[in-house]
T-cell receptor, first 114, second 115 residues
Framework: NAGVTQTPKFRVLKTGQSMTLLCAQDMNHEYMYWYRQDPGMGLRLIHYSVGEGTTAKGEVPDGYNVSRLKKQNFLLGLESAAPSQTSVYFC?????????????FGPGTRLTVL | AQKITQTQPGMFVQEKEAVTLDCTYDTSDPSYGLFWYKQPSSGEMIFLIYQGSYDQQNATEGRYSLNFQKARKSANLVISASQLGDSAMYFCAMRLENNFNKFYFGSGTKLNVKP
């Protein structure tokens, strides 16, 4: 049981390049999320998905796109990377029920845009 | 708008002493959950403790307890008998139960445990 995995773990891009971050979960969770974490700040929600084929904007969606073609995968795309997108990106998933169930986080992807 | 505030960017505590990390929240939604996470230098997010907005008693998990004061909208984390391994960033988060389980995070508190 791998939980939530993220690919890649590290990436360096030049300004203007594009890339896709892959998140996969094996817990059959309905909900998935992408966050970014910047120094001195907590995690901020970029986009989220409440089910296969659905996505929605979070707090800081500009410059990012997402897709959820399969329930277990949630992709985050940067079409034209900018230095302001240098950050650590976390993917998370959760069951549809609330209560004590937490979000389960991936290990993070450290992205540097030069 | 939903908001989580952690006013202590950094704290020091002596090993074996107790420490309280502050968290206040703001929401008009009556149904929510409050969470604390630990983020060690390795970067992963580790779930520590949960408190539901309708829970009558404060949550406890081993050395962690949550001091929940609903009227004051505060959810402070208390770590008893601090250990060197407790040195990490700690994040308070709020989940709105009626809004697709979205989480809102505070800016974190860096805890350093001194031997």
């Amino acid at each position: 049981n791998a939980g939530v995995t993220q690919t890649p773990k590290f990436r360096v891009l030049k300004t203007g390049q594009s890339m896709t971050l892959l998140c996969a979960q094996d817990m059959n969770h309905e909900y998935m999320y992408w966050y970014r974490q910047d120094p001195g700040m907590g995690l901020r929600l970029i986009h989220y998905s409440v089910g296969e084929g659905t996505t929605a904007k979070g707090e800081v969606p500009d410059g990012y796109n997402v897709s959820r073609l399969k329930k277990q995968n949630f992709l985050l795309g940067l079409e034209s990377a900018a230095p302001s997108q240098t950050s650590v990106y976390f993917c998370a998933s959760s069951a549809q029920r609330g209560g004590k169930d937490t979000q389960y986080f991936g290990p993070g992807t450290r992205l540097t845009v030069l | 708008a939903q908001k989580i505030t952690q006013t202590q960017p950094g704290m020091f505590v002596q090993e074996k002493e107790a420490v309280t990390l502050d968290c206040t929240y703001d929401t008009s939604d009556p149904s929510y959950g409050l969470f604390w996470y630990k983020q060690p230098s390795s970067g992963e997010m580790i779930f520590l403790i949960y408190q539901g907005s309708y829970d009558q008693q404060n949550a406890t998990e081993g050395r962690y307890s949550l001091n929940f004061q609903k009227a004051r909208k505060s959810a402070n984390l208390v770590i008893s008998a601090s250990q060197l391994g407790d040195s990490a960033m700690y994040f308070c988060a709020m989940r709105l139960e009626n809004n697709f389980n979205k989480f809102y995070f505070g800016s974190g508190t860096k805890l350093n445990v001194k031997p």
